[in-house]
């Protein structure tokens, strides 16, 4: 079976949730050989999933976002990514990243001894990731088992079994050096936080088109402007303002490359009151005019 390369932006939902099905309802398991340089802007977006991740270094350096945290990866490196956590993948380079996405039920039933005693604890910890480091010896039997498991994907006659023996090894070795005693409260203060993101993040993508203000954004989800300022800058690195006018400017040049509408029109549609203030924050995003923008978009579908 060859890898898929999946695309080239991740596709998501007003809570950032990503709409591509991993795998299927027999077989809830997807492997993927992707270049995050490949990817728009050089990065595969925040989105979350209700599946765990694990992501390989192959080639190259790149900076995981991941809950609230950041993280640099070289090459050899490695990462887990646990249930329903955002992230976003970053890099300035060409950067090889085998990975899997995979339902925990892949290793046992949900309602079996096994998933309550040894699966279920890690996705209910605070862990929102893990990082291997081949220096330390069971993380290099973890990125081992990785490589492994991805040589087998890469075969034509693919073993299923073979795949799923390799997932619980990898899941034993991790409860095994990994303290996920870790308090349930916490667990759920991040859910919760990440939570109001998301709602926060829906308001702003159903209003982006209207005047809105930062006290509209928190009042959502029912917190103060400097709560919602400090969520933002958490979790994604950016203010709710700046994540509005990026997220705009998105849209605008969605409606640059798919419409003939003029450029005054579609700085108003997207929520700009001065098309000059549009065109500068557009230039220092995409690197270009609206105007250069569209031609270059048009030349590339024509």
């Known amino acids: 079976m060859k890898p898929e390369s999946s695309y080239d932006r991740i596709k998501t939902d007003e809570t950032l949730r ?39 270094v192959e080639k190259g350096t790149a900076e995981f976002l991941v809950g609230s945290d950041s993280h640099i990866l070289t090459e050899g490196m490695g990462i887990f990514i646990n249930s329903q956590v955002i992230h976003r993948f970053e890099a300035s380079e060409s950067v090889i990243i085998p990975n899997i996405v995979f339902s925990p039920s892949m290793l046992s039933a949900e309602n079996s001894l096994i998933y309550r005693k040894y699966i279920r604890p890690l996705m209910d910890s605070s862990a929102e990731c ?4 081949p220096e330390i010896p069971w993380q290099k039997d973890v990125l081992d088992s990785l490589l492994t498991l991805f040589d087998i994907q890469e075969n034509e006659d693919i073993c299923e079994i073979k795949t799923a023996e390799l997932l619980l090894k990898i899941w ?19 859910a919760r936080t990440q939570a109001h993101l998301q709602i926060m993040m829906q308001y702003i993508h159903k209003h982006y088109s209207e005047h809105i203000t930062l006290a509209d954004i928190a009042e959502t989800v029912s917190v103060s402007k400097s709560s919602a300022l400090n969520i933002f800058r958490e979790y994604i690195h950016i203010s709710p303002v700046s ?6 400017l998105k849209r605008a040049a969605k409606l640059l490359s798919s419409t003939n509408s003029s450029i005054y029109y579609i700085a108003e549609a997207v929520g700009f009151e001065n098309a000059g ?4 924050k ?8 609206p105007g250069e923008y569209r031609k270059a978009e048009n ?3 024509s």
């Open 18 to 56: 990503e709409t591509v099905c991993h795998g299927s309802e027999e077989y809830p398991f997807k492997y993927y050989r992707e270049d995050i340089w490949l990817f728009d802007f050089h990065c595969i977006d925040w989105h979350w999933h209700s599946e765990v991740e694990f992501v390989f």
């Open 130 to 133: 893990l990082i291997f480091s």
């Open 172 to 190: 034993r070795t991790i409860f095994e050096n990994v303290n996920i005693s870790e308090s349930v409260h916490a667990a759920k203060a991040t």
């Open 243 to 248: 994540y509005l006018v990026s997220y705009r």
């Open 277 to 280: 203030y549009f065109c500068r």
């Open 282 to 289: 557009f230039k220092k995003l995409f690197g270009c005019t």
């Open 299 to 301: 030349n590339i579908n």
